[in-house]
């Protein structure tokens, strides 16, 4: 395929209608609550609520995007130091769907034990659960997709899970630096079938990207 041929198979979400933002608006000025944090997928809830779950490096903002999009400063627990989320946590939103926050990856100084926690459970959820509408993959506007991104948009194909890209800290970086990462972003991502053909933009810092997030969101939970 010709780098204008992978291209193509993706592009920046830059409009989204009125009513669906204002929907998603909504949706997130509902409560959400802490429902809990599991080290084993046999702990998974089992109401059969639907549900999307943030996945990346760790330190790539993953709780930090949780907060802002809910407008809760700290239900999801944030950190300079990676490493931060250890638990996959439950978020209930709306009384009858979950956000799911997942241990990041892709920490060099985490031990081998730890790395290989990190795989069973990750690989478990994606494997077992029922619920899960996407899986939002998300990536440092400054650093692009890196070999442990590859590999978990591997796992996802062999678990049958379509994932999203979000990228995340867009307040740190340049618009043409970033229009480089984003094309060898979309280059990477060409050979994965899973990959959702719109790609978001967003800064938890600065706002940018979240009232389209929150559509999006809120689209994947009223789909049947
Ligand atoms: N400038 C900027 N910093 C951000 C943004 N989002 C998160 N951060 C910072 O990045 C660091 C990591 O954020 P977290 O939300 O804890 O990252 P995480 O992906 O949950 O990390 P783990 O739980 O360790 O996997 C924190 O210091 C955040 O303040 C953003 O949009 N812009
Ligand atoms: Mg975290």
Same mark, same amino acid.
């Given at each position: 395929?010709?780098?204008?041929?992978?291209?193509?198979?993706?592009?920046?979400?830059?409009?989204?209608? =009125?009513?669906?933002?204002?929907?998603?608006?909504?949706?997130?000025?509902?409560?959400?609550?802490?429902?809990?944090?599991?080290?084993?997928?046999?702990?998974? =809830?089992?109401?059969?609520?639907?549900?999307?779950?943030?996945?990346?490096?760790?330190?790539?903002?993953?709780?930090?995007?949780?907060?802002?999009?809910?407008?809760?400063?700290?239900?999801?627990?944030?950190?300079?130091? =990676?490493?931060?989320?250890?638990?996959?946590?439950?978020?209930?939103?709306?009384?009858?769907?979950?956000?799911?926050?997942? =241990?990041?990856?892709?920490?060099?100084?985490?031990?081998?034990?730890?790395?290989?926690?990190?795989?069973?459970?990750?690989?478990?959820?994606?494997?077992?659960?029922?619920?899960?509408?996407?899986?939002?993959?998300? @990536?440092?506007?400054?650093?692009?997709?890196?070999?442990?991104? @590859?590999?978990?948009?591997?796992?996802?194909?062999?678990?049958?899970?379509?994932?999203?890209?979000?990228?995340?800290?867009?307040?740190?970086?340049?618009?043409?630096?970033?229009?480089?990462?984003?094309?060898?972003?979309?280059?990477?991502?060409?050979?994965?079938?899973?990959?959702?053909?719109?790609?978001?933009?967003?800064?938890?810092?600065?706002?940018?990207?979240?009232?389209?997030?929150?559509?999006?969101?809120?689209?994947?939970?009223?789909?049947?």
């Amino acid at each position: 395929m010709t780098k204008e041929k992978q291209q193509a198979l993706f592009y920046l979400a830059n409009h989204i209608d =009125p009513d669906q933002v204002e929907a998603g608006h909504k949706l997130f000025a509902k409560q959400t609550e802490f429902i809990k944090g599991i080290t084993s997928v046999t702990a998974m =809830p089992s109401e059969g609520y639907p549900e999307v779950c943030f996945s990346g490096r760790s330190n790539v903002g993953k709780s930090s995007l949780i907060n802002n999009l809910t407008g809760r400063n700290s239900i999801a627990r944030t950190s300079k130091t =990676p490493g931060r989320t250890r638990e996959i946590n439950f978020f209930l939103l709306d009384q009858n769907k979950f956000l799911v926050d997942l =241990p990041g990856y892709g920490f060099a100084k985490a031990p081998l034990k730890e790395r290989e926690r990190w795989q069973k459970l990750v690989s478990d959820y994606f494997f077992q659960s029922q619920n899960l509408r996407r899986v939002f993959l998300l @990536i440092d506007s400054r650093h692009g997709i890196k070999s442990s991104d @590859i590999n978990l948009m591997k796992m996802l194909g062999e678990a049958g899970v379509i994932f999203q890209v979000v990228f995340t800290k867009y307040d740190k970086v340049k618009e043409l630096q970033f229009k480089e990462v984003l094309e060898a972003s979309f280059e990477k991502m060409a050979s994965h079938a899973n990959a959702f053909s719109e790609v978001l933009l967003t800064s938890s810092r600065k706002g940018h990207g979240i009232a389209i997030l929150r559509a999006t969101i809120n689209n994947l939970f009223h789909l049947s």
